[in-house]
C-alpha cells in the first residue's frame, strides 16, 4: 500500500516559501489504481515526485507497506508525461537500461528486453531508434521500460496527455490490464476526468493549492468493464463525471472585449 499521511509541502524561496501542499492524507490500496484530479498547478505532480522519493515532505509522511519513504524505492516506478527515451539508444537498449543500471548481465537483460518487447507489440522495433517511433509506440516503450524492473507500484504523471485520441485508449487499456494481471497498485495522475473514472478504483479530488484533499470517490467502472471505451459508454460513468466536475469547482474567468 501506498499512504499519504497528514503530507504538506512547499518551496523555498529567498523571501518566502509557497505551499503546494496542505495535510493530504489518502491511501492507494494493493493491487488497485487510484487517480488524482485537481485544479491546474494544484501539486498533483509534486505528490507523485514525493512518492518517489524525488523531494521530501514538509510535514507528515509517506508510506510504502508500512516503510517511510526517505529516497528513490525500487518497488516503485514512475512514468512521465515526455518520453524519457534516451534518442542515442535503440528501443531494446532503451528497455534494458535499468537493469543495466542495476548490474544484471547483458545477456540476460537483453533476453528479458526481448520478451518483454515482443509480450507488449513491438517486436521488430527492437533496433529501432525512438525518432523513428510513433509517439503511441515511445510510449509503449517507455512503458515496457518502467515494466523491465519489475516495480509493484506505478506513479504516472498524466502519460498519455501528449496521444492522440485513438492511441491514448489503447495504452490505457494497456495500462489497466496490466496493472489488473500483474495485481499492481497504480498512483494516476491527471487533468482529464474521463481517464480517471475510466481507469481507476477511485478518484481524490485535490482543492486549489495550497492542495487538500477535497473529497474522494469510490468507482468500480472499470472493473465492470472490459475496455476504457465500454466504461465510457455506461449510464453511470456519466453521473461519476457530475460529481467530480461539482466537486473540482473549476471556474474560468471571461475575458472582455472592452479596454479597461
Given at each position: 500500500m501506498l499512504e499519504f499521511?497528514?503530507?504538506?509541502?512547499a518551496f523555498a524561496g529567498r523571501r518566502a516559501s509557497t505551499e503546494v501542499l496542505d495535510h493530504v492524507s489518502f491511501a492507494c490500496p494493493d493491487n488497485e489504481i487510484t487517480a488524482v484530479v485537481g485544479p491546474s498547478g494544484?501539486?498533483?505532480?509534486?505528490l507523485l515526485s514525493l512518492a518517489a522519493g524525488l523531494r521530501?515532505?514538509?510535514g507528515g509522511v509517506i508510506l510504502v507497506d508500512g516503510h517511510a519513504v526517505a529516497g528513490p524505492d525500487r518497488s516503485l516506478g514512475m512514468l512521465f508525461q515526455h518520453s524519457t527515451l534516451l534518442p542515442w539508444r535503440s528501443v531494446e537498449e532503451n528497455v534494458a537500461l535499468g537493469l543495466e543500471i542495476?548490474?544484471?548481465?547483458?545477456?540476460?537483460r537483453q533476453a528479458k528486453a526481448r520478451a518483454l518487447i515482443r509480450?507488449?507489440?513491438?517486436?521488430?522495433f527492437e533496433r529501432k531508434f525512438p525518432h523513428a517511433l510513433s509517439g503511441g509506440m515511445q510510449k509503449r516503450a517507455g512503458l515496457i521500460q518502467l515494466l523491465a524492473v519489475e516495480p509493484q507500484t506505478l506513479l504516472l504523471d498524466e502519460p498519455f496527455a501528449a496521444l492522440d485520441a485513438q492511441t491514448r485508449l489503447v495504452i490505457?487499456?494497456?495500462?489497466v490490464k496490466i496493472c489488473r494481471a500483474g495485481r499492481r497498485t497504480a498512483l494516476l495522475v491527471t487533468h482529464d476526468i474521463a481517464e480517471a473514472i475510466s481507469m481507476a478504483d477511485r478518484v481524490v479530488v485535490l482543492t486549489k493549492r495550497p492542495a487538500s484533499v477535497k473529497a474522494i470517490f469510490?468507482?468500480?467502472?472499470?472493473r465492470q468493464a472490459a475496455s476504457v471505451a465500454e466504461v465510457?459508454?455506461?449510464?453511470?460513468?456519466?453521473?461519476y463525471f457530475r460529481r467530480i466536475w461539482d466537486a473540482l469547482e473549476v471556474s474560468v474567468p471571461i475575458l472582455s472585449d472592452t479596454a479597461s
Open positions: 499521511r497528514d503530507v504538506s509541502f494544484c501539486g498533483k505532480s509534486t521530501r515532505p514538509s542495476r548490474g544484471i548481465a547483458r545477456g540476460e509480450q507488449y507489440g513491438l517486436g521488430g490505457e487499456d494497456e495500462v469510490e468507482i468500480p467502472l472499470s465510457q459508454a455506461m449510464v453511470e460513468f456519466t453521473a
